[in-house]
């Protein structure tokens, strides 16, 4: 199942053919290429938007080549849609007006760990598990952990401020971005932020560019915030009768004053798709929670997770991992999820909604109804820990997408009743920008196209994403 394009004016040929013609002159026919094949693979991302397929891929290596390529393009008036890996899930790599693909994925480069003053100097084309090996080797951290993080770089990260399963504990992208070099169309270069923790200097433009979904500039070179390495790691497997009775463990352990560096709910749909990778968990289970704890005195902790999670008597079992060969398959379990649960049925939208903590149950239960009222069948797991969850709607048939997207509307409506957000890490891009006003007013919204016109004034810099526009065709 795939969703149209937002309306959008496409570029005029002859402009796109100057481009071209000067892009190839001045870059080099090595970075740029038109061929059939790349234009169509950069056409899409991981989620289900349509895009327009690009008039060309750009394949930058520099910063002076991301550069070059923004001024040519606002000369010619030829739009531009920035990519790192791909991996987004609301399409914001998706060029939905044509133009160029800009991909960074040959700046790769680790430029620095500073071991000193706990800071890593990286480019927006390195892989996110690249980054962690890295700095583990050195006895450092990079907490964020987005699911695709073997996939997914860095550059992206920014763009969307990911999260992942480590963020109840250390928060997500956004608490790692120090300072940025960005570039704006048109091929000015811009430096921001720091490489010191305290800093308040002028406006933080950093952290308006971080979870800009590179609508506002290219990120060139990206300066992140390392911790040390947690000394001890443990994980534990909590199984329940129902998921109602696993978020109310959450409540629980929150209420022990304890803080998981993960706290993962899945529900009983999901828990069938774990089964059906060969992983064997007990039939009697309905929900299950995935924890991880980090620091000094994890035995101690273990002690107190164990007894809030068992309080109640609603627990059926609860296991910890003996070694790191079972957390680490454990944990490959959960980041195939995604991937599993696309084979239960032909299509498959995944919603990244949050909702406050003690409002888990209220949502649960919201999700059900919505599903009995549109008939529409439905899975769900995430990040309990900060009541961000991931409400995946299956179906079969393509009559059925009425009702599915009658499910979808319910479940952001619902999200906004509860005072929850509509996303907490796959940010807005197509797939959600028809909802914005949902949660935010029209003197908000406005005020951040005002943003975005200081930035990009002819609006050629990834059109499309974050603002509804309304849908249209290539």
Avoid at 109 to 133: C, F, K, S, Y
Avoid at 279 to 291: E, F, K
Avoid at 437 to 454: F, M, N, T
């Amino acid at each position: 199942m795939l969703v149209a394009p937002p309306q959008v004016r496409l570029p005029a040929r002859d402009a796109v053919d100057r481009a071209l013609a000067e892009l190839d002159r001045r870059l080099g026919g090595s970075k740029v290429d038109t061929s059939e094949a790349a234009r169509s693979a950069h056409a899409v991302d991981d989620s289900e938007a349509i895009g327009c397929v690009p008039d060309v891929v750009v394949h930058a290596s520099s910063r002076d080549d991301v550069a070059l390529t923004l001024e040519i393009a606002e000369r010619h008036g030829v739009p531009v849609t920035p990519r790192a890996g791909g991996t987004g899930r609301t399409g914001g790599a998706v060029p939905v007006a044509g133009g160029v693909v800009l991909a960074s994925q040959g700046m790769n480069r680790i430029v620095e760990i500073d071991r000193q003053n706990l800071v890593a100097v990286v480019q927006p084309g390195l892989v996110t598990a690249n980054l962690h090996e890295a700095v583990e080797a050195e006895g450092l951290f990079y907490p964020p952990d987005p699911n695709s993080l073997k996939t997914c770089m860095l550059g992206g990260n920014v763009a969307e401020n990911a999260g992942g399963p480590r963020a109840f504990k250390y928060g997500v992208t956004r608490e790692y971005v120090l300072g940025l070099e960005t570039c704006l169309m048109g091929g000015r270069v811009l430096r921001s932020g720091k490489r010191t923790i305290k800093g308040v200097t002028g406006y933080d433009v950093t952290a308006l560019l971080v979870g800009s979904e590179g609508t506002l500039g290219v990120f060139t070179e990206i300066t992140l915030r390392l911790v040390p390495n947690p000394t001890e790691v443990a994980t534990v497997l909590a199984l329940f009768h129902d998921v109602r009775a696993a978020a109310d463990a959450v409540r629980r352990v929150v209420a022990a004053r304890l803080v998981p560096r993960c706290l993962e709910l899945m529900d009983a749909s999901t828990l069938g798709a774990i089964r059906a990778q060969g992983v064997a968990i007990d039939p009697r289970a309905g929900a299950m929670l995935l924890v991880e704890i980090d620091g000094g005195g994890v035995d101690d902790l273990l002690e107190r997770l164990g007894a809030a999670l068992t309080e109640g008597g609603t627990t059926l079992d609860v296991v910890a991992a003996q070694d790191a060969s079972q957390r680490a398959r454990l944990w490959e379990a959960r980041r195939m999820l995604s991937p599993a649960t696309r084979k239960l049925a032909k299509y498959k939208l995944s919603e990244d909604i949050v909702v406050p903590r003690s409002k888990l149950v209220d949502l649960l239960t919201e999700v059900d109804r919505i599903g009995e009222r549109t008939g529409v069948r439905h899975l769900t797991y995430g990040h309990a820990g900060d009541g961000n969850l991931h409400v995946n709607f299956l179906w079969n048939d393509e009559a059925e997408r009425p009702a599915v997207d009658l499910a979808i509307d319910g479940l952001m409506r619902a999200t906004i009743a509860l005072g929850g957000t509509l996303t907490g890490e796959h940010g807005v891009g197509v797939m959600k920008a028809q909802y914005l006003p949902l949660e935010q007013s029209a003197e908000l919204i406005g005020v951040q196209q005002d943003l975005k016109r200081v930035f990009d004034p002819s609006g050629l810099l990834n059109p499309g994403k974050i603002f509804p526009t309304g849908h249209g065709a290539c």
